[in-house]
């Protein structure tokens, strides 16, 4: 008899790849361990539920455990760690709530995500101070919120969770001050997209310190102020989110190579080194749809994408678990900011490319058409085959047209191909031209 494909992890690429492989080859025994109590959750709704927007945590749950149990017949088991891997004799060593014992497989599925960066700050571990990585910590927010009501809060981080983090507690009555160590928020989605979100959130009240490093937190207790640059100011809340790193400890003790980024090196089908041992999600590599180099974007997408199609290539049919474009948007109280491949230049001219970029102002519907408003497009492009190498878009509305640039890029589209793509109008929609079109022209013209 053959041994289950086990699974370890249990959220979005583990169960993903379970549902798939169980869907594929219902005969199949799969084991999933998860070492808390939540599986199957959207992290990416923490923000809204502290904010107010989401009711319950129970509502970020896509399937419930039970369900998964009794309609999915996955051999699901909270409150159960894998501690070790023996690729040699195809076991794990499982921690759970009766001791310890050893599962073996036949296929394994690292899914062990990431975890919240804890800088070396003093006070973390001061009452109201918090990283938001699971529900857990989620809930202890939200509760610390309800029973403080605090008057200010320090945001540590100006990536999407810090934004994110800023506009709930500002919404929960907060007075936010957000610290940036780099000369922008959002790093990543460049500058022509921090500029307005900045902008945006100044207009809404949030206080910006951009390149000011906390170094920590002060209180008796409870936190009562943050520290930064030598000075400080009160907070009665902080929320560190200075990023995450992938939790690799696990397979690496196992000698399961790491790549480049620090994650796990993983070849187009989401295997490892070792032929039976296959790593998904915030905790392992994919490759880069526009440098083809391994790169490491934690998103949810990418992790329940790679986790389906391991669940169909560990069921006989292999799969290749995509490219990644590192395509990301994010909600700044009233703006969408969004991003897709390589917007800045100098990472551009790293991967070889001579970038060429433009940045255009458009209305988001026609001009006349009421409820528009600007939207700023960003497009890069190697000056010399033409090929677009990134863009980025923010708005009030319509930035998940980032979706259209984004597909440009899966298809290595030059930029005289994407203006001519035929795109939906209708005046309460697009102009004619939509901004994106628009964004290609000038670029196009930029090239020529
Ligand atoms: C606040 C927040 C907002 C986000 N917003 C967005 C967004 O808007 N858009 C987006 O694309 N992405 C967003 N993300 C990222 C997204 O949630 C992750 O990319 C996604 O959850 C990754 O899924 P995963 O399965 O790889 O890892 P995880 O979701 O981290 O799951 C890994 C699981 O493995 C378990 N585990 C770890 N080690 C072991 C072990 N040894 N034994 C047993 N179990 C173990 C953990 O307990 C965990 O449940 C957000 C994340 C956060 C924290």
């Known amino acids: 008899m053959s041994d289950p494909f086990v699974i370890v992890g249990g959220d979005a690429a583990g169960m993903s790849a379970a549902s798939k492989a169980k869907r594929e080859q219902p005969d199949l025994d799969v084991v999933v361990f998860e070492k808390g109590d939540w599986v199957s959750y959207a992290a990416c709704g923490m923000p809204y539920y502290v ?7 129970e509502d970020l749950v896509t399937v419930s455990p039970e369900r998964f149990r009794e309609e999915r017949d996955i051999d699901l088991r909270t409150g159960h760690e894998v501690v070790a891997i023996d690729p040699a004799a195809e076991t794990v060593t499982v921690a759970g709530p009766d001791g310890r014992f050893e599962q ?17 700050f003093d006070g973390l571990g001061l009452d109201g101070v918090f990283t938001i990585h699971d529900m857990d910590e989620a809930d202890e927010i939200e509760a610390y919120v309800s029973e403080h009501e605090p008057d200010s809060a320090a945001i540590v981080g100006g990536g999407y969770v810090g934004i994110e983090m800023a506009e709930a507690l500002a919404t929960r009555g907060a007075d936010v001050h957000l610290y940036e160590m780099l000369p922008h928020v959002l790093q990543p989605f460049g500058e022509a997209v921090a500029e307005v979100v900045e902008d945006h959130l100044d207009a809404q009240g949030v206080d910006l310190h951009l390149e000011t490093a906390v170094s920590g937190f002060t209180g008796d207790g409870k936190i009562e102020r943050v520290e930064f640059e030598g000075e400080a100011a009160p907070a009665d809340i902080a929320i560190v989110g200075v990023g995450v790193s992938p939790n690799v400890d696990l397979a690496e003790d196992a000698g399961i190579e790491l790549g480049p980024t620090g994650a796990i090196a993983t070849d187009e089908y989401g295997r490892t080194n070792d032929e039976n041992v296959y790593a998904a999600g915030d905790c392992a590599e994919a490759r880069h749809v526009v440098t083809g180099e391994s790169d490491h974007v934690p998103l949810a997408l990418t992790a329940n994408r790679a986790g389906r199609a391991i669940g169909q290539t560990v069921t006989g049919t292999p799969t290749p678990v995509g490219d990644i474009a590192g395509t990301a948007i994010v909600k700044a109280f009233d703006l969408g900011a969004a991003r897709t491949g390589i917007v800045d230049e100098g990472r551009a001219r790293e991967a070889g490319f001579d970038p060429v970029s433009v940045s255009i102002d458009a209305s988001s519907r026609a001009h006349y058409y009421p409820g528009g408003d600007e939207l700023t497009v960003t497009l890069l492009a190697d000056r010399e085959s033409g090929r677009l190498l990134g863009g980025s878009v923010v708005g009030r509305e319509g930035a998940k047209r980032i979706d259209t640039v984004a597909m440009a890029l899966h298809s290595e589209l030059t930029v005289t191909e994407l203006q001519n793509a035929d795109l939906a109008y209708a005046p309460p929609f697009s102009p004619v031209w939509d901004p994106v079109l628009t964004a290609a022209k000038v670029l196009a013209g930029k090239l020529d």
Do not use: H, M, R
């Open 51 to 57: 904010k107010g927007d989401v009711d319950t945590l």
């Open 104 to 120: 073996p497989y036949d296929d394994l599925l690292v899914g062990t995500g990431a975890s919240a960066i804890e800088p070396p």
